[in-house]
């Protein structure tokens, strides 16, 4: 699925190759609605980086990290009819603790190393107030995947544009 700034760069290509433009979604007076959605969370947690082994990434996090990331990915939903929605995730890497049980050696999750973390990312996000626009966070879900020793946190989040 192509990013609205995918689209938007496409429709330029095409619209000087002559060939018709194609529709892009119109989100009112505010054309990066999805941009501004995702530059909003980046900023807004830019305080936990400090917090973290690793680092705060839009879009994308490097494959083989194997350290405490944060990952924003952000899409809009395309409804002309107010108040205009955009649907971000936010993705808290903590990668499991070596434990040794019996003499061997083997991972675990690193709950309370989450639990801090997200303690801190959640007050971040309590923080954010932006006029005309209304955030709710529809849900919270830990996952764990032993395949690269890692546990996420994901937070499942709303946006909603209320005017133009």
């Given at each position: 699925m192509k990013t609205l700034r995918e689209k938007e760069s496409d429709a330029k290509d095409k619209s000087k190759?002559?060939?018709?433009?194609?529709s892009?979604?119109?989100?009112?007076s505010n054309p990066s609605f999805m941009l501004q959605c995702a530059s909003l969370l980046f900023n807004a947690l830019s305080?936990?980086?400090e917090q973290l082994s690793g680092g705060i990434f839009l879009?994308?996090?490097?494959e083989d990290s194997h350290l405490e990331d944060i990952l924003i990915s952000t899409h809009t939903y395309?409804?002309?009819s107010l108040p205009y929605k955009a649907y971000s995730e936010?993705?808290?890497y903590v990668p499991h603790l070596m434990v040794s049980i019996d003499g061997k050696e083997q991972y675990t999750p690193h709950l309370s190393r989450i639990d801090t973390l997200d303690k801190s990312l959640y007050t971040q996000l309590k923080k954010l107030f932006i006029p005309e626009k209304a955030l709710c966070i529809e849900k919270?879900?830990?996952?764990?995947?032993?395949q690269i020793q890692q546990s996420a946190l994901s937070y499942h989040l709303i946006w909603y544009l209320l005017s133009n």
């Open positions: 190759n002559g060939t018709p433009t194609p892009i979604p119109d989100y009112g305080p936990i980086r879009e994308s996090r490097p395309t409804d002309t936010i993705h808290l919270r879900i830990l996952s764990h995947f032993p």
